[in-house]
């Protein structure tokens, strides 16, 4: 190392503090990236022409910055006032802190190459020469393999970078920039198709749905093992206990309503099936079923409830999109105080600044989204109230970070979900690029190919969705896809349940129950009305006094006769007159559907157990469309029949 290099004196400046350059050779620009976490660059080092190779670094301990060394004598005045000239460009653009710092490494690397490998330039003539070798040997490298190898978009990205610096060092027209370097041409991957299929994306956000419902719920009400449904699986026996390759087990009747776990000789046949000897038995039913469930239950926090956090937080944020069909960073830009939940479902319900487009974009979705939205909100208190470390409680996505600090979700925050976990095996991810064009294809579709929507839609220009989304062959795809927005509306969305599973019924042929107008009921110790097990917190509460609530009761049971299927066919109707009366699609879906769909589930059960059954219920059915109801339902049935037709009346009036 040569004896004349030195530290130099280093000026941070913010991204915002654009009149602060005065001398930009000591300048060193500090941001923000997308997680949070703050950045600085030693961008002035380039205004000297010899200096170490060493960009400059943080210490781990003390924080402070440490940059490479230079040597004095070789300030450029040149590279001075060209530095000068391209800050204040790009830091006047108002850009986002992360692409500025993506820009500033761009034209280090550009500037290394220059001096380390090229001839040093201080004139234009000296940059468009060194310019042309930088290409070449870029190009060099985007054909090579492996760890070397560069892809086309940080290609275009070094090139781009480093031709825009010479035009606005020397503040040259687009005519004269193109005279001297011409602008390389971006194959990047709009014209790639995607990767996923609709059934992966089905499959995958179907998957992030069922986890984050289960997860939540159990971290909310203090549930642990947690009960899970493994995609592709039609039990409902599998536990989630901890993050390691053999953390779910398949458990059935290992544990009472409440969730505490059976007595030891009562489980043991079941662990049979993961541990050999008696011992290893009862050390996992001592440290897993009882401390550790003590422990999420007692305990603010360990690291199973950090992991299951964070995947909520994972899942949501895919739901969010999927829903939205919304741009990444802009979501994860969020602040819970952008939220408008009264308009979700009907308008925009948030805004937000996208830096690359220059201007404000809007977020709408459907009224679906809102259950989750509220849920996730929850969580979000929930994570509030630890008081844990850091700085982004404002932001909707948040995860709990490395020494239990909050840091904000980022695009690489999936990548700790992704990895090494059982939860999402036999099941593909489903990339948020893939999810969007999904989307596009969908909205084209059901535009009948108006781009002008779609445009809107997407928070994109008319350019950009006619380039990046019309030349897919999207008609059998989108009619699927239609088709599948109606199966998860059915399946999942109005089924108020925290999975697909089939909710049991109580069946009896004895009379040891009380008779109801709903069926019957088999609470005979007048103990409160309890949700039946399967149901989540958006499924009706069940009240005695709401008949068609007890349908969600743990105690609700049907006698397999006709009077009983009769009631309950009875029941239905009179739901389906009061929508059509109420004539108020969110009030159907959010009131009336889940109680339709219990009915017709309890119907499906009862039709399973014989064919005297069938019989029965083809009886009941033939009643109700002759119009003879339960005697009491019937009265409420005429009420509202003669409501509905005096609304039809005074409407054609």
């Not at 949070?36 to 961008?43: A, P, T, W």
């Not at 990047?188 to 749905?209: A, Y």
């Not at 290893?280 to 401390?291: E, G, R």
């Not at 009491?632 to 409407?651: G, M, P």
């Amino acid at each position: 190392m040569s004896n004349s290099f030195n530290d130099r004196q280093l000026i941070e400046i913010s991204t915002k503090q654009i009149e602060d350059i005065v001398d930009p050779q000591y300048t060193v620009i500090v941001g923000s990236r997308a997680d949070g976490v703050s950045f600085k660059v030693d961008i002035g080092r380039v205004c000297y022409t010899n200096r170490e190779n060493d960009s400059g670094h943080s210490r781990d301990k003390t924080k402070s910055y440490i940059t490479g060394l230079v040597d004095e004598s070789t300030l450029s005045i040149e590279r001075v006032e060209w530095l000068r000239r391209y800050l204040r460009e790009i830091l006047q653009k108002g850009l986002r802190d992360e692409t500025v710092r993506g820009y500033l490494h761009n034209l280090r690397y550009f500037f290394d190459f220059c001096d380390f490998e090229g001839s040093k330039p201080l004139t234009l003539d000296d940059l468009a020469s060194n310019y042309k070798y930088y290409q070449i040997n870029l190009y060099q490298k985007a054909r090579l393999s492996g760890a070397k190898s560069i892809s086309t978009t940080t290609l275009y990205d070094k090139l781009n970078t480093a031709r825009d610096f010479i035009k606005i060092a020397y503040n040259l027209s687009d005519i004269d920039i193109l005279s001297i370097i011409p602008k390389h041409r971006h194959m990047g991957h709009n014209s790639k198709e995607r990767d996923s299929s609709l059934e992966d994306f089905k499959n995958f956000l179907q998957t992030c749905i069922t986890y984050f419902n289960e997860f939540s719920y159990a971290i909310l009400n203090k549930i642990y093992p947690i009960p899970i449904t493994l995609a592709k699986s039609s039990s409902n026996d599998y536990y989630w206990d901890s993050t390691r390759k053999y953390g779910i087990k398949k458990l059935p009747n290992c544990f009472y309503n409440s969730g505490e776990p059976l007595p030891f000789n009562e489980v043991k046949n079941a662990l049979s099936n993961y541990y050999n000897c008696e011992h290893t038995k009862k050390d996992f039913y001592k440290n897993t079923l009882i401390n550790n469930r003590n422990t999420w239950i007692n305990e603010n926090l360990d690291s199973r409830k950090i992991y299951a956090y964070n995947l909520c937080t994972y899942c949501f944020y895919y739901i969010y999109l999927s829903f939205t069909a919304a741009n990444i960073q802009p979501t994860l830009d969020l602040k819970i105080s952008d939220l408008n939940l009264e308009n979700l479902g009907l308008s925009t319900f948030a805004k937000k600044h996208k830096y690359r487009a220059g201007r404000q974009i809007e977020f709408s979705a459907p009224s679906h989204l809102k259950r989750y939205l509220i849920q996730y909100l929850k969580l979000r208190e929930w994570v509030d109230n630890l008081h844990l470390l850091g700085d982004c409680q404002e932001y909707l996505f948040v995860r709990i970070g490395e020494h239990r600090q909050l840091k904000r979700f980022a695009r690489s925050s999936v990548s700790s979900i992704d990895d090494n976990t059982p939860l999402f095996k036999g099941v593909k991810r489903v990339t948020a690029r893939d999810i969007r064009n999904l989307c596009a294809e969908y909205y084209i579709k059901h535009s009948k190919g108006n781009l002008s929507l779609v445009a809107r839609k997407l928070n994109n220009s008319l350019t950009t969705v006619a380039k990046s989304y019309t030349s897919i062959d999207i008609e059998s795809q989108a009619i699927e896809m239609n088709h599948y927005h109606e199966k998860m509306i059915t399946a999942v969305l109005r089924s108020n349940r925290t999975n697909e599973q089939t909710i049991s019924i109580k069946t009896s042929t004895n009379y040891d129950t009380e008779k109801i107008p709903a069926g019957s009921c088999s609470n005979l110790s007048d103990n409160d009305p309890v949700k039946a097990l399967g149901f989540n917190n958006e499924a009706p509460n069940p009240s005695c006094a709401t008949f068609e609530s007890c349908l969600f009761c743990e105690f609700f049971a049907i006698h397999i006769d006709f009077e009983d299927i009769h009631k309950l066919l009875s029941l239905k109707e009179a739901l389906l007159k009061s929508s059509m009366i109420r004539d108020d699609p969110e009030y159907h879906l959010l009131s009336i559907e889940p109680s339709l769909f219990r009915i017709d589930e309890i119907i499906n059960i009862l039709k399973g157990k014989d064919n005297r059954v069938i019989e029965l219920v083809d009886d009941a059915e033939q009643k109700i469309k002759m119009q003879i109801y339960n005697e009491y339902w019937d009265e409420h049935i005429n009420f509202l029949t003669v409501a509905s037709e005096s609304n039809r009346k005074s409407l054609s009036l």
